[in-house]
Protein backbone atom coordinates (compact mmCIF):
# COMPACT_ATOMS: atom_id res chain seq x y z
CA UNK A 1 0.00 0.00 0.00
CA UNK A 2 1.27 3.52 -1.35
CA UNK A 3 1.88 6.29 1.29
CA UNK A 4 3.40 9.16 1.37
CA UNK A 5 2.68 11.57 4.75
CA UNK A 6 4.24 15.60 5.13
CA UNK A 7 4.91 16.61 8.35
CA UNK A 8 6.60 20.04 9.55
CA UNK A 9 3.56 22.19 8.39
CA UNK A 10 2.75 25.12 10.87
CA UNK A 11 2.18 28.91 11.66
CA UNK A 12 5.68 30.78 10.93
CA UNK A 13 6.35 34.57 10.53
CA UNK A 14 7.23 36.15 7.51
CA UNK A 15 11.01 35.80 7.08
CA UNK A 16 11.01 32.35 9.23
CA UNK A 17 12.08 28.95 8.53
CA UNK A 18 10.11 25.77 8.16
CA UNK A 19 11.16 22.68 7.35
CA UNK A 20 8.73 19.73 5.61
CA UNK A 21 9.00 15.94 5.49
CA UNK A 22 7.70 13.45 3.49
CA UNK A 23 7.82 9.69 4.46
CA UNK A 24 7.30 7.59 1.65
CA UNK A 25 6.29 3.45 2.29
CA UNK A 26 4.90 0.84 -0.63
CA UNK A 27 7.01 1.72 -3.64
CA UNK A 28 10.87 1.71 -4.63
CA UNK A 29 11.12 5.43 -3.37
CA UNK A 30 15.09 5.53 -5.10
CA UNK A 31 13.45 4.99 -8.59
CA UNK A 32 10.92 7.74 -8.19
CA UNK A 33 11.36 11.85 -9.13
CA UNK A 34 9.71 13.27 -5.92
CA UNK A 35 8.20 16.59 -5.82
CA UNK A 36 6.70 19.27 -3.62
CA UNK A 37 3.70 21.30 -4.82
CA UNK A 38 1.62 23.54 -3.21
CA UNK A 39 -2.01 25.21 -3.31
CA UNK A 40 -3.23 27.99 -2.24
CA UNK A 41 -7.06 28.93 -1.32
CA UNK A 42 -8.90 29.66 -4.74
CA UNK A 43 -5.83 28.95 -6.58
CA UNK A 44 -4.46 25.98 -8.65
CA UNK A 45 -2.42 23.32 -7.20
CA UNK A 46 1.70 24.53 -8.62
CA UNK A 47 4.75 22.79 -8.69
CA UNK A 48 7.24 24.11 -5.99
CA UNK A 49 10.56 21.63 -6.47
CA UNK A 50 11.47 18.18 -7.75
CA UNK A 51 14.27 15.92 -7.24
CA UNK A 52 15.21 13.19 -9.73
CA UNK A 53 16.66 10.02 -8.73
CA UNK A 54 20.20 10.98 -9.64
CA UNK A 55 19.71 14.29 -7.13
CA UNK A 56 19.29 17.18 -9.38
CA UNK A 57 16.36 19.55 -8.44
CA UNK A 58 14.48 21.87 -9.88
CA UNK A 59 12.86 24.98 -8.82
CA UNK A 60 10.07 27.48 -9.35
CA UNK A 61 11.50 30.70 -9.73
CA UNK A 62 9.19 32.29 -7.03
CA UNK A 63 11.12 29.77 -4.40
CA UNK A 64 14.28 29.82 -5.91
CA UNK A 65 17.07 30.75 -3.80
CA UNK A 66 14.97 30.27 -0.90
CA UNK A 67 13.70 26.77 -0.81
CA UNK A 68 15.67 23.46 -0.91
CA UNK A 69 14.55 20.26 -1.83
CA UNK A 70 16.29 17.04 -0.72
CA UNK A 71 15.88 13.30 -0.46
CA UNK A 72 17.61 10.52 1.77
CA UNK A 73 16.48 6.98 0.03
CA UNK A 74 17.80 5.25 2.82
CA UNK A 75 15.12 6.84 4.73
CA UNK A 76 12.61 6.89 2.33
CA UNK A 77 11.99 10.49 3.21
CA UNK A 78 11.42 13.49 0.94
CA UNK A 79 12.54 17.10 2.35
CA UNK A 80 12.14 20.72 2.10
CA UNK A 81 13.80 23.32 3.52
CA UNK A 82 11.83 26.68 3.71
CA UNK A 83 13.79 30.19 3.97
CA UNK A 84 12.90 33.46 4.52
CA UNK A 85 8.95 32.92 4.15
CA UNK A 86 6.39 35.14 2.47
CA UNK A 87 3.15 35.56 3.43
CA UNK A 88 2.53 34.40 -0.57
CA UNK A 89 3.58 31.13 0.63
CA UNK A 90 0.88 30.31 2.31
CA UNK A 91 -0.29 27.23 1.30
CA UNK A 92 -1.30 23.24 1.91
CA UNK A 93 1.70 21.70 0.51
CA UNK A 94 1.84 18.84 -1.21
CA UNK A 95 4.38 15.52 -1.69
CA UNK A 96 4.64 14.20 -4.92
CA UNK A 97 6.36 10.79 -6.18
CA UNK A 98 6.02 10.02 -10.39
CA UNK A 99 7.80 7.41 -12.72
CA UNK A 100 4.80 5.93 -14.75
CA UNK A 101 2.47 5.80 -11.76
CA UNK A 102 2.61 8.99 -9.95
CA UNK A 103 1.18 9.36 -6.19
CA UNK A 104 0.18 12.34 -3.58
CA UNK A 105 0.45 12.59 -0.16
CA UNK A 106 -2.62 13.94 1.93
CA UNK A 107 -1.15 17.58 2.27
CA UNK A 108 0.46 19.85 5.05
CA UNK A 109 -0.68 23.36 5.99
CA UNK A 110 1.94 25.99 6.07
CA UNK A 111 0.84 29.83 7.40
CA UNK A 112 2.85 32.28 7.38
CA UNK A 113 1.92 35.25 8.99
CA UNK A 114 2.80 38.85 7.91
Known amino acids: QVQLVESGGGLVQAGGPLNLSCAAS????????MSWYRQAPGKQRELVATITTGGSTNYADSVKGRFAISRDNAKNTLFLRMNSLKPEDTAVYYCHARLVQYYWGQGTQVTVSS
Open 26 to 33: GFTFSSYY
